[in-house]
Each structure stands twice: as structure tokens, then as C-alpha cells.
């Protein structure tokens, strides 16, 4: 079935840039998305991509595809600590419903 | 607007009680999801609603039910509680394939 996997846990300095790294099974997926959690809060869009794109700029935010592969990665640049987060890739489902399917979330600790 | 909209903010039940996790969103979305956040785990669907009047099962839909009256409301009810449905619970909807989160109601069954 449809799965998505993430690394648990990433640990940058303030200033570096982070990569965060995700694979997915599903090759018909429409959208492949990042989402960002802040303690206590739910779920906020960050950035997404459409499956027939390779990369995506967004100010820091830079997002690769590559489809052979399966890989989607988020990277942020010039990380600050107001990005020390957890991360969501989700793959939607291809149904055209909206229904998404997410990793288990990438925790992004910035050091000062 | 102030998008999705979920009560309560935190509770805690009793094994075997009842309640109601309210949603509600104004952005006229049709389509409305519920998802369970579990310790170190993704979001899992419980159920999800293409519009009034629809709803469908998502990957974990055993232990709840859900309606769906109007456009704006998607409310989840839990029969009898159990402590496996300890977990944060998150209402969202979507247009053209994004998701809109509401902040979430954290639950405990003791």
C-alpha cells in the first residue's frame, strides 16, 4: 500500500541550511506537499510541489522531486530558530478527494 | 475568517463515555477531514466527507462515526471510549487538493 517515510530527527546550527528528506510510494500522486507543526498547534502548509515539476523555489525554501526515485526534499536555507519545527511530507492519494497520506514527521532542531 | 475551528481544546475521558469533537469551517469548503496524530507517528484518516450529506471511512475509522448536515460542520463522535483512542485529533479541509488545519483537540482516555 501507500506509504511515506521521513528521518525522525534533524539538529542544525542557526544559520546553516537543513535538508529534509522524504521518500513515497505512490506514483500517481497529484501533489506532493510539506507541512510544518508548531508545538501545540495543528498542521500549516509550508509549500508543495505538483508531480510534474522537479524543483520549486519559495524564498529560503526550496523543494526537489525527483519521480524515478521517489524522493521529495525540503530544503530551508539560512535556517533560523524560529524553524525549529516538526515537518510533514504527505503524498495525496490520487483520488482527486484531497485525501493525503503523511510520514511520521521530521523534528528540526536550530541551534543558536 | 477564522478557517477551521475545533472544540474542545483538551479532554479527558472516562473508558466507555461518550463525546463529541466539534468542527466547524467558514471558507465554504466541500470537502472535510478528520485525522488521529499518535507519539512519533503521521497523520491517520479516520473519515473523511466529499460534501453534506457524504461521508466516507478513512484508514481508521473503527470506534467513530461522523456527520455531515451542512457545509460548515463536520462533528466526530466516539460511542465508547477506549484508551487506544488517546491521541490528538485533527479537522481540516481542503480546496484544489491543499489542507486547511484547525489546531487540534487532544484527548485522553483513562
Known amino acids: 500500500g501507500e506509504d511515506v517515510e521521513q528521518s525522525l530527527f534533524l539538529s542544525v546550527r542557526e544559520g546553516d541550511s537543513s535538508v529534509i528528506n522524504c521518500t513515497y510510494t505512490?506514483?500517481?500522486?497529484?501533489?506532493l506537499y510539506w507541512y510544518k507543526q508548531e508545538p501545540g498547534a495543528g498542521l500549516q502548509l509550508l509549500t508543495y510541489i505538483f508531480s510534474n515539476m522537479d524543483m520549486k523555489q519559495d524564498q529560503r525554501l526550496t523543494v526537489l522531486l525527483n519521480k524515478k526515485d521517489k524522493h521529495l526534499s525540503l530544503r530551508i536555507a539560512d535556517t533560523q530558530t524560529g524553524d525549529s519545527a516538526i515537518y510533514f511530507c504527505?503524498?495525496?492519494?490520487?483520488?482527486?478527494?484531497?485525501?493525503?497520506?503523511f510520514g511520521q514527521g521530521t523534528t528540526l532542531q536550530v541551534k543558536p | 475568517n477564522a478557517g477551521v475551528t475545533q472544540t474542545p481544546k483538551f479532554r479527558i475521558l472516562k473508558i466507555g463515555q461518550s463525546m463529541t469533537l466539534q468542527c466547524t469551517q467558514d471558507?465554504?469548503?466541500?470537502?472535510m477531514y478528520w485525522y488521529r496524530q499518535d507519539p512519533g507517528m503521521g497523520l491517520k484518516l479516520i473519515y473523511y466527507?466529499?460534501?453534506?450529506?457524504?461521508?466516507d471511512k478513512g484508514e481508521v475509522p473503527n470506534g467513530y462515526n461522523v456527520s455531515r448536515s451542512t457545509t460548515e460542520d463536520f462533528p466526530l463522535r466516539l460511542e465508547l471510549a477506549a484508551p487506544s483512542q488517546t491521541s490528538v485529533y485533527f479537522c481540516?479541509?481542503?480546496?484544489?487538493?491543499?489542507?486547511?488545519f484547525g489546531s487540534g483537540t487532544q484527548l485522553s482516555v483513562l
Open positions: 505512490d506514483s500517481s500522486s497529484t501533489y
Open positions: 471558507m465554504n469548503h466541500n470537502y
Open positions: 481540516a479541509s481542503s480546496r484544489n487538493e491543499k489542507l486547511f
Open positions: 466527507s466529499v460534501g453534506a450529506g457524504i461521508t
Open positions: 504527505a503524498e495525496s492519494m490520487g483520488s482527486n478527494t484531497g485525501k493525503l497520506i
